[in-house]
């Protein structure tokens, strides 16, 4: 069965902003599902939607088995939901957070003590259990938002960009504790991310977001395999960047190439035996080049395929606004 069931939903915010533009997805029983996608995509939208917590204007949707709109009180006592902005208390202890959030839930006495306890050892945190929330570092306050999220023992966690603002090192940390604890606590997990690396590593399958419409689906490795061969990216020098990509077009052994701003990207068979015949191409027309890089597909180059921009730059820009 699928734990999550999601059709063409659409929400329109006030001031006309198009947040969902007809989402689907599925997520099976015990997968870790990613949202990946550029600022302002709709991946909070679309958890905030599965969480009950708003209302779309069209689709459908269900988890584990409850329609979200019809049943909303069965599906809140199956989901955790783990906010984008912290939901803890920092003047409280971990401790207390956790208990706080269970008596919420209705849980009291030895119960409550021993699931508080089993939380605070499965997120790594029992040794700061009984300090004030204040002193935490950064990635520790993420495990205890986490732990708010599953205290009442749900069987789907929604986790909207767990990792956001970690340091790298914090963040690679969170991605073992994230897929030992979806192992332990026997969960479905949906998370939400604009971190390329984080679906890569973390998502048995991914959604690829944009704009508020999925453009992509499938496993991180079976995205890339779609993509044939190695990308090569060349910085040139002083423009001319569409004689510079009419040049590597007409070359064999090249699949595609496209321009945005000095980048040239190219995708080709082998890149080690491209990457000169590229250059000399460039130089028999005097265009100068900066730099070249050559890497295997990564999830850039799934996401640059299926919509013609580049993550990052896109990332950065929703960003800036
Ligand atoms: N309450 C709101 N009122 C008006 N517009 C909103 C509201 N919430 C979100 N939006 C807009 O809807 C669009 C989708 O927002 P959403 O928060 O779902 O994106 P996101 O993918 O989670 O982005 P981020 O990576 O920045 O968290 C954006 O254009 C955003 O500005
Ligand atoms: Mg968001």
Do not use: C
Request: aromatic share 4%.
């Amino acid at each position: 069965m699928d734990a999550i069931v999601v059709e063409g939903l659409e929400k329109t915010y006030p001031k006309g902003i198009r947040a969902l533009d007809g989402v689907s997805f599925r997520v099976r029983e015990g997968e870790v599902f990613g949202l990946l996608g550029p600022n302002g995509a709709g991946k909070s939208t679309t958890v905030r939607v599965l969480a009950t917590l708003t209302a779309p204007d069209a689709g459908s949707a269900t988890v584990a088995g409850h329609d979200v709109f019809r049943e909303p009180d069965a599906v809140r006592g199956v989901i955790g939901y783990v906010a984008q902005q912290s939901g803890h208390d920092r003047e409280a202890t971990g401790r207390e957070n956790l208990a706080l959030q269970g008596h919420v839930h209705g849980l009291r006495g030895a119960p409550l003590r021993r699931r508080v306890d089993e939380l605070l050892d499965r997120l790594g945190i029992a040794d700061a259990g009984d300090r004030i929330v204040r002193t935490y570092s950064g990635g520790m306050r993420r495990r205890l938002d986490i732990g708010l999220g599953l205290v009442h023992e749900p069987s789907v966690l929604f986790l909207d960009e767990p990792t956001t603002g970690l340091d790298p090192e914090a963040r690679a940390s969170m991605w073992d504790e994230l897929e030992r604890l979806a192992r332990e606590e026997s969960l479905t997990v949906l998370l939400t991310t604009h971190y390329l690396e984080e679906a890569d590593q973390l998502a048995d399958r991914l959604a690829i977001v944009s704009q508020g419409k999925v453009v992509v689906e499938g496993t991180p490795e079976g995205l890339k395999r779609q993509l044939r061969g190695d990308a090569v990216t060349i910085e040139l020098a002083d423009g001319r960047a569409e004689d510079a990509e009419a040049a590597i077009r007409a070359l064999r052994g090249v699949h595609e190439a496209s321009v945005e701003d000095q980048l040239l990207r190219a995708r080709v068979e082998n890149g080690g035996t491209a990457v000169p015949g590229i250059l000399s191409a460039l130089e028999g027309r005097g265009i100068g080049v900066t730099s070249v890089t050559m890497s295997r597909p990564s999830l850039d180059d799934v996401y640059l395929h299926v919509t013609g921009r580049d993550f990052r730059t896109e990332d950065q820009a929703s960003a800036d606004e």
